[in-house]
Antibody, heavy 121, light 110 residues
Framework: EVQLVQSGAEMKKPGEPLKIFCKGS????????IGWVRQMPGKGLEWMGI????????RYSPSFQGQVTISADKSIRTAYLQWNSLKASDTAMYYC??????????????WGQGTLVTVSS | QSALTQPASVSGSPGQSITISCTGT?????????VSWYQQHPGKAPKLMIY???KRPSGVSNRFSGSKSGNTASLTISGLQAEDEADYYC??????????FGGGTKLTVL
C-alpha cells in the first residue's frame, strides 16, 4: 500500500526558517514524482511544485519559484519543502502527494495527511 | 499559470444529477485530455475521483464521470447522495509536468 506520512504541525515566527518532510513507503520512492500542494485557511488547492527523487529534477509553479525549495533524499525515501524566512502569509496546510500519469505525470493518486504551518508573531 | 475557473457552489437534492464545470485555456484544459478531479471533505486530505479526463480509480463509484469540451472540463455526479457533500477541485496538466488547480466548488446536498 502506498503511504505518504508528513511531519507534524509547526508553529513559527515570521522570519524563521522551516523544513517539513514527506516520507514515502509501499512503492519505489525514487521512481515517482512527489508534489507539494498548499491550502490556505478556507481556500482552495494550489500546486506548488514537484520533484523526481531519482535525480532531483524539480519543477516549480511560477507563483512559488524563489519562495520555497523542494528537495528529496532518496536514501531515506523522504521529500522536503523548506522556507528560508517564513511570512505570516505562509500560514497554510501543506500536502505532499504522488504525481503520476500514463503519458505525462498529470494527477495525484496518493496524498499525505497534511502539515499545518502557522506563522505568527 | 492562472487558476482554472469553477463555480463557487452547486447544490442538488438526493437522487438528482449535478455537473461542475472547470474552465481553463488553450494552454491547459484545451491542450490536453489530462484533467483530474478531487473530492475534499472538511479537515481531510483530497481524494482522487477522476483522472485523465474520464477514468475512475478503483473504488470510486461509477456515479462520478468526467468529460471535456474545448477549454472546459466537467464533473458529473449522478444519483446524488448525502456523502457526496464536499468541496470538489479540478486540476489540469499545463505542460512540462506542471499542474494547475481550479478554485474549488462547494457541493451542497439539499
Amino acid at each position: 500500500e502506498v503511504q505518504l506520512v508528513q511531519s507534524g504541525a509547526e508553529m513559527k515566527k515570521p522570519g524563521e526558517p522551516l523544513k517539513i518532510f514527506c516520507k514515502g513507503s509501499g512503492y519505489s520512492f525514487s521512481s515517482y514524482w512527489i508534489g507539494w500542494v498548499r491550502q490556505m485557511p478556507g481556500k482552495g488547492l494550489e500546486w506548488m511544485g514537484i520533484i523526481y527523487p531519482g535525480d532531483s529534477d524539480t519543477r516549480y509553479s511560477p507563483s512559488f519559484q524563489g519562495q520555497v525549495t523542494i528537495s528529496a533524499d532518496k536514501s531515506i525515501r523522504t521529500a522536503y519543502l523548506q522556507w528560508n524566512s517564513l511570512k505570516a502569509s505562509d500560514t497554510a496546510m501543506y500536502y505532499c502527494a504522488r504525481q503520476v500519469g500514463s503519458s505525462s505525470v498529470n494527477y495525484f493518486d496518493s496524498w499525505g495527511q497534511g502539515t499545518l504551518v502557522t506563522v505568527s508573531s | 499559470q492562472s487558476a482554472l475557473t469553477q463555480p463557487a457552489s452547486v447544490s442538488g437534492s438526493p437522487g438528482q444529477s449535478i455537473t461542475i464545470s472547470c474552465t481553463g485555456t488553450s494552454s491547459d484544459v484545451g491542450s490536453y485530455d489530462l484533467v483530474s478531479w478531487y473530492q475534499q471533505h472538511p479537515g481531510k486530505a483530497p481524494k482522487l475521483m477522476i483522472y485523465e479526463g474520464g477514468k475512475r480509480p478503483s473504488g470510486v463509484s461509477n456515479r462520478f464521470s468526467g468529460s471535456k469540451s474545448g477549454n472546459t472540463a466537467s464533473l458529473t455526479i449522478s444519483g446524488l447522495q448525502a456523502e457526496d457533500e464536499a468541496d470538489y477541485y479540478c486540476c489540469s496538466y499545463a505542460g512540462s509536468n506542471t499542474l494547475v488547480f481550479g478554485g474549488g466548488t462547494k457541493l451542497t446536498v439539499l
